[in-house]
């Protein structure tokens, strides 16, 4: 069974940074989009940063500058650098991956359960 799972979230000061991780898991025959989303408090999850399989990148405005996407296809696995975290970041972020299964070849959308980011001094 194919499923994600964040890590390296927690509790930062106000222009420090974090690495979340994004680790797929299963019988997985490819990855194509991976994307970094997040909900704050009271508001919609928002693409903070998504990743093609060809590594083509983009990022959300507010983040701009500041956040970075990456992934290792040999480990399944994509990544947020976040630098200069502003406490308006806080929130829970969650991974968003198309993943084409192995044994049936379909494929399919899934999403990780989060990891708290939380900004504060």
């Known amino acids: 069974q194919v499923q994600l799972v964040e890590s390296g979230g927690g509790l930062v000061q106000p222009g420090g940074s974090l690495r979340l991780s994004c680790a797929a898991s299963?019988?997985?025959?490819?990855?194509?989009?991976m994307e970094w989303h997040r909900q704050a408090p009271g508001k919609q999850l928002e693409l903070v940063a998504a990743?093609?399989?060809?590594?083509?990148?983009t990022s959300a405005a507010s983040v701009s500058g500041r956040f970075s996407i990456s992934r290792d296809n040999a480990k399944n696995t994509a990544y947020l650098q976040m630098n200069s975290l502003k406490p308006d970041d806080t929130a829970v972020y969650y991974c968003?991956?198309?993943?084409?299964?192995?044994?049936?070849?379909?494929?399919?959308?899934?999403w990780g359960r989060g990891t708290q980011v939380t900004v504060s001094s």
């Open positions: 990743i093609t399989s060809a590594d083509s990148t």
């Open positions: 299963g019988s997985i025959f490819s990855i194509n989009t």
């Open positions: 968003k991956a198309d993943i084409t299964r192995l044994s049936t070849r379909t494929r399919a959308i899934y």
